[in-house]
């Protein structure tokens, strides 16, 4: 959990990589098309296709990480599994620390063997309750993560609807440090625009 921002980071900058596409189309099948075409514009480009559908992209990892929103969901996410990892760990050390105390006491002969046999029953539902309970939390703490996830990545694709209103882009790619997009023209990049529009609507929107 210690690096759960890491993590998060990763995941949403694998979830996203290609995933952003900004067309003058509506459906999601034309979407796929031009995301398809644009790419190839981009490895094998001609005068025709960079005048008929102008590209941009966006770099997610420098996006995400500098994102406002990102940074306190994230916060708010440490914070609460830090809280998660504090809990178990108090309760896996207290169990330990009746397991031990439980063999001290067989190996001395302090406890008969029905007194033995009913704290081993009881270890054991406590073992049974510790991981139930540790489940429970971690599936709690990785919905928290999908909901994080999905809310930046909803609010992104919201504001990049906005700010390509007028379809001065035909399309708009998202990549990584590693790829899709390896090589382009930095002119395309609109990644710092796209991060003040997206840090500017935050902050107004906290306010309200």
């Known amino acids: 959990m210690k690096k759960s921002a890491t993590l998060v980071l990763s995941l949403f900058s694998t979830l996203l990589a290609g995933g952003f596409v900004a067309c003058n189309s509506t459906s999601t099948a034309n979407n796929t098309a031009t995301t398809a075409t644009a790419t190839t514009a981009i490895v094998t480009p001609t005068a025709s296709t960079s005048t008929t559908i102008p590209i941009a992209y966006i770099n997610i990892d420098s996006l995400v990480s500098a994102y406002d929103l990102y940074s306190d969901l994230r916060s708010a996410y440490e914070t609460k599994a830090a809280k998660v990892e504090k809990e178990l760990t108090a309760k896996s050390r207290s169990f330990e620390k009746d397991v031990a105390d439980f063999q001290n006491k067989v190996e001395k002969g302090l406890v008969t063997r029905a007194q033995a046999a009913t704290m081993e029953q009881s270890l054991q539902k406590k073992q049974q309750d510790f991981v139930a309970n540790r489940d429970l939390l971690l599936q ?28 001065r882009y035909g399309v708009i790619l998202s990549t990584t440090t590693a790829g899709p997009v390896l090589n382009a023209d930095p002119a395309l990049n609109i990644t710092t625009q796209v991060l003040d529009g997206l840090n500017k609507k935050y902050a107004a929107e906290k306010v309200k």
């Open 140 to 167: 709690g703490m990785a919905e928290e993560e999908r909901v994080m996830l999905n809310n930046i990545q909803y609010n992104i694709t919201e504001y990049l609807k906005e700010f390509n209103a007028d379809n």
